[in-house]
């Protein structure tokens, strides 16, 4: 069912701020930027800088989920809610045929899902 790891994204508070930083450290200019989300191709994965408030998480240090691709994304909720995880993040479309939500897992951990019909992880 997983295919691979899409992309890494971590939440931040000022996101031009962020996505300077990341650009001077990572000697790169991003792939997207938003004032939505900001990614970057590192390697042929996505690090991805998502605004706090845009999350509905509080600040905290170390906030982040990493995106894992699949297939079908309405699927592969249905595959870990069935296997005791629990909805977190419902099915969002954020553009470009990009389907994203996240789960729980029974541990407390976000697990990320990614649908990308661009996505370098073959299914």
């Known amino acids: 069912m997983l295919r691979g790891l899409e992309t890494a994204v971590y939440f931040v508070d000022d996101l031009p701020r962020a ?3 990341y650009a001077e450290v990572l000697g790169i200019e991003p792939n997207h930027s938003s004032e939505h989300y900001v990614g970057f191709t590192v390697a ?3 690090l991805g800088l998502h605004p706090m408030g845009d999350s509905g998480r509080s600040a905290g240090a170390g906030e982040m989920t990493a995106y894992w691709s699949v297939g079908d994304i309405d699927a592969a909720v249905a595959h870990f809610v069935g296997h005791g995880a ?3 993040h419902a099915v969002t479309e954020v553009g470009g ?3 994203i939500a996240s789960v729980n897992d ?3 951990n976000e697990f990320g899902l990614i649908e990308n ?3 370098p992880n073959p299914g």
């Open 19 to 21: 996505a300077a930083w």
């Open 44 to 46: 042929g994965d996505e």
């Open 106 to 108: 029974p541990f407390g």
């Open 97 to 99: 045929g990009i389907k």
């Open 86 to 88: 629990t909805a977190n």
């Open 117 to 119: 019909p661009s996505s």
